[in-house]
């Protein structure tokens, strides 16, 4: 899909159209004088030189003036635009993009994942750009935006959509035999559905207190892995001492659910010590009843952590770029049946052919090169970059296959 007024687009197309329009009049005007010259001046006509040109100061002067303003304009209008493109407008969104052999995952601020980058329409976006292993190249025809992701170095492009829609997103860089298919889209919603997009709970898994929590921008004030910031961390606090204010009296209490709800629909009543009392009162309009009991239950860890998916894993991680669900294998073994195979692999030197079993696939996610599957190439990468319970999910998700 194409649109091609929004900034991005709007910059490289002008410089282009400019610098492409001198070119064509230069083209055509020089090429219709010599034209006229070779008809005019033929040898038939005029056996011998009619006149000998000493030279022409004026005409010398133009022939050089003219051309360094006309390439200079051009260098001045390519710059001004350029710096367009590098320099991020106020208010712009953010959201990081890795690139992996072979595909593109999406990490948004709030740590959601998505093979696909879901934006608002009209907003400007900054798209940090890494690279896992090789070099890549984010490139979007339709927003006319191109930047390499290199290993170990991290850039960025900028967009700002003018149009809902779906915008081609592909690898301009060669990097190996996945290269083709490393290809996904931006979705360019309107504000609303960007809204409800990034309010649904199930597309980012996340329990609905910790939703609460980003919603209402207590995240702003708390964190929730232990370091201090304007308010106390909500980082483990079921049942720890808090000392707090109350009536000029210090008291010490065990923090419950009582006293959370309590802390957050009349904080003022009870301040934990060493802070500001800074933090506005929820009300039932603001927390509903049933939320703030989700966050009370976030916060005290009642909630059962979020089951794992294997499958949405294998997704994410972009395994399936390279191993099929469906029994083909072009690239690697397929995982259509992996759970119940006998495989042989190539271990110091020697084959060895063993039952596939957890044991084996941890092996083989953590150190894919101490074995390697006979009839296939070194090129999975190591996922030492999962945690333990990812890894987990992925082994048991794999064992039934
Ligand atoms: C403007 C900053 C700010 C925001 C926003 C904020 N808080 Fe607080 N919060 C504080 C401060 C400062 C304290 C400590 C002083 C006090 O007890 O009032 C606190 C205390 C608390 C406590 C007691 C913690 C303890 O260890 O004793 C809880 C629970 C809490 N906040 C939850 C929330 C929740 C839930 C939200 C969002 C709905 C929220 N806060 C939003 C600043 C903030
Ligand atoms: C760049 C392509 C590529 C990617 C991406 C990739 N793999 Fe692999 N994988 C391979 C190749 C090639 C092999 C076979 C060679 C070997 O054993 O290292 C393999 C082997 C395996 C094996 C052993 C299979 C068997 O039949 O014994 C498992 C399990 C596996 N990969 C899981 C994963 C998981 C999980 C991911 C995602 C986190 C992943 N792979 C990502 C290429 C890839
Ligand atoms: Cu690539």
Redesign the pocket.
Known sequence: MNQLNNPTAQAVDNVLIYIFGFSLILLLGITAVTIYFVVKYRRSKYPEPTSQVEGSWLLESIWTVLPIIIVMTMFWYGWTNYVGLREIPAGAMEVKATA???SWVFEYPDGRKESKLYVPVNKPVKVQLYSADVLHSFFVPAFRIKRDTVPDIESYVWFQATEPGSYDIFCAEYC?V?HADMTTSIEVLSEEEFAEWSQSPQSSGDPRGLVVLNEQGCIGCHSLDGSENIGPTLFELAGNPRQIEKDGKTLEITIDEDYLKRAIRDPEAEITKGFDPMMPAYDEETISKEDLQAVVDYLLGKVAPVELSGGK??AE???I???SMDGSEE???TFMG?GE?Q?T?ERDGKEVTLK?DAE??RR??LE??A???KG??????A?DY?SEEEIDA?INY?LKQ
């Open positions: 992996r052999m072979w190996g996945g894993l294998l991680n972009g395994c770029s390279c191993h690239i690697a073994p992996i195979r495989v692999v596939v084996y696939l083989a996610l894919p090169d074995e390697m599957v296939f190439a070194p090129m999975m990468p996922v999962l992925i794999l």
